[in-house]
């Protein structure tokens, strides 16, 4: 039995329940979340109509980061993921970040997901305290995961169908005003009249890549759901392929047509909730910006329902490692890891509490802190790749899929990933991402050593 065979028999027990169907959806359903509703008010604030250029940078990096992962993971599907890829490519300490800093990274980001469904809620609700909201979502989606994998699938792929569905449906309605109802002077107006198409210069465009990143983050998560997949080649396979286009369109497009069909500025007003809804707003179809507050709410908690899943399967993994108390790594007769879904739901209360202090800014903040985890990640993961490659090369390993342009493309993404990291220390909306990341991270270092250490001891001890 090879090493990695070793980390695959490890991670054993969860029940391989996911279709490939369920796979497919939730690959592209994981990506529309609330970065792409809420989070790209943001970047239309720093970057502009040039947002559009944000996300294409941004979609370039995820579709490379796709493709480095959809590699590995036909290759070794197993739960533990990029993490389980580092530890047996790179070093043990490399798995052992990067599961500790995306468990953090995901934890922290199902608070932002919550503190959203509070906020648009509000729409409809502006008297009831957010808290309402926060605990009976969060219960509802916690009871979900707990009682199957097979049930998570389920209410994920009906999740990820209505916001692919919603997201046609405003493609197709907004081309229609625009070939009926806009003139080209208009259009024209809305893309360039307002300080220009980059207002803030390349600047805010660059910032706005960091928003996006945050917006597709979870398109990792069908590596870390391959580990439960009935047919896990054939479900990365398809859904790499079938995120290649879809990504593009739903995201490119319909923040284009977001831009040329109002005034950016009218998008970013205290008063503006989401994008999506400014406009459905100026349609002045009725009930159209309550259909679509209600399939924001529904990315916001299909974003939330992935995470808690992801989330729980790294710390099971950390478990399973050695890496995280054993009984982390327990699973219930359904297939699940309870403990380790109880500790990742810790990320509502302290959104919750984030919230309750700062409502006005708590969604800036927690993807600020939650920031740091997704960039190391990411960029562990490009990292990694380079290692599998030169490893798959030494022992003469045919693939069994290959992503075009290696190596220019992994170096490429591994650059705008650093690039992206130091940046986020110039800004000031994300400053406190390397304030709160580096000492993390050195944290986590020392308390490897510590346990490795340990460890030795321990050993020693037995030896005797």
């Known amino acids: 039995m090879s090493s990695f065979d070793k980390i695959q028999a490890r991670e054993a027990g969860l029940h391989k329940k996911l279709t490939g169907k369920q796979m497919a959806m939730i690959a592209i359903g994981g990506a529309i979340g609330t970065g792409l509703f809420l989070g790209s008010k943001f970047a239309i604030a720093f970057?502009?109509?040039g947002v559009i250029v944000s996300y294409a940078i941004?979609?370039?990096?995820?579709?490379?980061?796709?493709?480095?992962?959809?590699?590995?993971?036909?290759q070794h599907p197993t739960s533990g993921s990029f993490g389980a890829y580092a530890e047996h490519y790179v070093h043990p300490l490399a798995g052992f970040l990067i599961r500790y800093s995306y468990w953090a990274c995901i934890v922290l980001a199902v608070g932002t997901e919550v503190t959203a469904v509070a906020d648009y809620m509000k729409f409809w609700f502006p008297d009831i305290s957010a808290w309402i909201w926060i605990v009976l979502f969060s219960a509802a989606l916690i009871y979900v995961n707990a009682y199957s994998v097979k049930a998570f699938g389920s209410v994920e792929y009906w999740f990820s169908a209505i916001k692919v569905f919603a997201i046609i449906a405003f493609i197709i309605m907004a081309?229609?005003?625009i070939v009926s109802f806009k003139n080209s002077a208009e259009v024209k107006e809305n893309l360039i009249g307002d300080d220009g198409f980059f207002p803030n210069g390349f600047s805010g465009v660059w910032i706005g890549v960091i928003i996006s990143i945050f917006s597709y983050l979870s398109i990792e998560m069908i590596a870390v759901a391959a580990g439960e997949a009935e047919d896990p080649e054939k479900a990365v396979r398809h859904a790499f392929k079938a995120t290649l286009m879809r990504l593009f369109i739903f995201y490119i497009l319909s923040l284009a047509l977001i831009i040329m069909l109002v005034p950016w500025k009218s998008l970013i007003t205290p008063e503006a909730t989401s994008p999506f809804v400014?406009?459905?707003q100026s349609f002045n179809v009725p009930f159209a910006d309550s259909i679509l507050n209600f399939i924001v709410i529904?990315?916001?908690?299909?974003?939330?329902?992935?995470?808690?899943y992801i989330s729980t399967r790294m710390m099971f993994s950390l478990s399973r490692a050695g890496d995280a108390p054993k009984v982390f790594g327990t699973i219930n007769k359904n297939g699940v890891p309870m403990h380790a879904l109880a500790l990742s739901a810790s990320g509502i209360a302290v959104a919750a509490i984030v919230y309750t202090f700062n409502p006005d800014t708590a969604f800036p903040i927690m993807i600020a802190l939650s920031m740091f985890g997704a960039l190391f990640t990411w960029g562990m993961i490009f990292f990694t790749h380079l290692f599998f490659r030169r490893a798959m090369r030494r022992e003469k390993v045919q693939l069994k899929f290959k992503m075009p342009g290696y190596p220019i493309g992994t170096l490429l993404g591994l650059g705008a990933i650093i690039a992206i990291t130091v940046t986020t220390?110039?800004?000031d909306i994300f400053h406190s991402t390397l304030k709160f990341g580096i000492p993390f991270l050195a944290l986590l270092v020392i308390f490897y050593f510590i346990k490795q250490q340990k460890s030795v001891i321990k050993r020693d001890q037995l030896k005797l």
């Open 47 to 49: 970057a502009g109509p």
């Open 425 to 427: 220390w110039f800004t």
């Open 278 to 280: 400014t406009v459905m």
């Open 298 to 308: 529904i990315a916001a908690l299909s974003a939330m329902n992935s995470m808690l």
């Open 175 to 177: 081309i229609g005003v």
């Open 58 to 74: 941004g979609g370039v990096i995820a579709l490379l980061l796709m493709g480095c992962l959809a590699e590995m993971t036909v």
